[in-house]
């Protein structure tokens, strides 16, 4: 019977990470076990996070499209948001894509168990589920558990009218008037659906600008964009603290002007996320953690225990799905054998705002404060015939490029679809391309992906569709 309960590799965790681990591992013929607690795979993001935020967007852009469509000559009359109808929706994707997971998990006989995991040893886990055996054992395990929204106790408050990223996704209502304190990617994206579906937004940031890893001109066109169509977006602003009333929440907020409230009828807390190591038992082994909560791992994402590996947001920034994917790949390849190690040059990251923000490798900001000399090639989507014919020329697309050898260090991109050209750098720096590569690859016309040719030929000298004077 205990043979049974025996695996070569078990991955606790069924998100992006995980359950990538566990069908490597298992295409390697190693005999794989994934673990989570919840009945649906996919984890944080296909289950709260990535997916539904993103078709949440999706019906958000719909949204915007009709009502800027004016301009067009085209006029529909004010949608009618059906909230059951939306959530339904949701769902029906979500579910689509975990079933594909589970499926998947099914081909390549990786074994699922719903249950809580916690380890006994370093070989050993004790499991607490529906129909999990009491103990597990295993030659080596991978941790893919994730992370969750961190809120400061100063905004913690016994109201569902204060939401995280994951109730906010469940839309229990558009209020009328919503806060979104912290102006990253998440309370972007989640204040961009609550604006579109009718709610009067405010964003909030302690920073002096939003996004603030983000190249600032990258970032000014969205910041443009949303100062149109959000109530307000203060910087340099904090919020103090949150008071329940019958009427609403009322917000403090300090900045350089003093102290003052406003009233709101939800808030959605957006500040940060924390690593998910509480109950896993780590104590029973000799995993280290950061100061900041953080499995500590080697490049072959091997912890301080031998048999334990950890991927994924666990590990730390950047906490992105694509990154754990490929951490998980790493981590099984180095079990069954396999000389490799996590060495991405580029890791592409996106916000799915509107216009898209997307950006890789070596940022303009990281240059600069390293001292690296670097040549910045920009080529403003006014210049671009398909952005023209869309309406929406507010984009830009730049190169970061070593100053000498015209190398592509970095791409970042702002615009409709940034998300999808971002590859494009992504495989440019993997390859060591130069832009003199970029620019003599002929591009389809009339495409977004043409502004990254463009961008490239500034390296010699001017683009075609944008002329740049010689500095005498």
């Known amino acids: 019977m205990a043979e049974l309960n025996y695996y070569d590799v078990v991955v606790i965790g069924a998100g992006p990470g995980g359950y990538a681990a566990a069908f490597q591992a298992a295409d390697l013929g190693l005999r794989t076990a994934l673990i989570d607690e919840d009945p649906q795979l996919g984890g944080t993001c296909l289950l709260r996070g990535c997916i539904p935020s993103k078709a949440l967007l999706h019906a958000a852009r719909l949204l915007t499209d009709a009502d800027e469509a004016a301009a067009w000559g085209i006029h529909f009359d004010k949608p009618r948001v059906d909230l059951e109808a939306f959530r339904s929706r949701v769902q029906t994707i979500i579910g689509k894509l975990t079933k594909g997971v589970r499926t998947l998990a099914g081909s390549r006989k990786v074994e699922v168990i719903q249950a809580r995991a916690t380890f006994k040893d370093a070989t050993t886990f004790q499991l607490s589920g529906p129909n999990a055996p009491d103990e597990l054992s295993f030659a080596h395990a991978i941790l893919a558990t994730g992370s969750q ?9 016994d ?4 939401m995280d990223s994951t109730s906010a996704l469940q839309l229990a209502e558009i209020p009328a008037r919503l806060l979104v304190v912290g102006g990253g990617y998440i309370g972007l994206e989640l204040g961009t659906v609550y604006q579109a579906l009718g709610s009067e937004t405010t964003v909030v940031e302690a920073l002096p600008r939003l996004l603030n890893s983000v190249d600032a ?25 949150l008071d ?12 350089s002007q003093g102290t003052s409230t406003e009233t709101f009828d939800r808030v959605l807390v957006a500040v940060g996320r924390k690593p998910n190591t509480g109950q896993l038992g780590l104590e029973h082994t000799k995993i280290a953690l950061t100061p900041n909560g953080f499995i500590q791992v080697d490049r072959q994402m091997r912890t301080a225990e031998p048999t334990i590996f950890a991927i994924g947001d ?5 906490m992105l799905a694509h990154k754990a994917s490929h951490e998980g790949l ?20 996106v916000v799915f705002t509107d216009p898209e923000i997307a950006w890789c490798g070596l940022t303009e900001d990281t240059a600069k404060a390293s001292g690296q000399a670097v040549k910045v090639l920009r080529f403003p989507w006014a210049a671009s015939g398909r952005a023209t014919t869309l309406g929406r020329n507010e984009g830009l697309t730049k190169l970061v490029l070593d100053a000498e050898s015209g190398r592509v260090l970095g791409m970042g991109i702002c615009g409709v679809g940034a998300g999808e050209l971002i590859a494009e750098g992504v495989l440019a720096i993997e390859m060591g391309a130069v832009a003199e590569d970029l620019a003599a690859s002929i591009h389809p016309h009339p495409t977004l992906s043409e502004t990254v040719m463009e961008a490239a030929e500034s390296f010699h000298g001017s683009p075609t569709h944008l002329f740049i004077p010689k500095r005498s």
């Open 149 to 157: 929204s961190a809120i400061p106790k100063s905004l913690k408050l």
């Open 159 to 162: 109201d569902p009218r204060v």
């Open 217 to 241: 001109d990258l970032v000014r066109p969205l910041n443009q964009r949303m100062q149109r169509r959000f109530k307000a977006i203060k910087l340099n602003t904090t919020v103090e603290k």
């Open 314 to 318: 666990v590990v730390g920034e950047p």
């Open 330 to 349: 790493v981590a099984a390849r180095v079990i069954a054998g396999k000389q490799t190690a996590f060495d991405a040059a580029a890791i592409p990251a």
């Open 244 to 255: 329940a009333r019958e009427n609403g929440l009322v917000a403090t907020f300090t900045d």
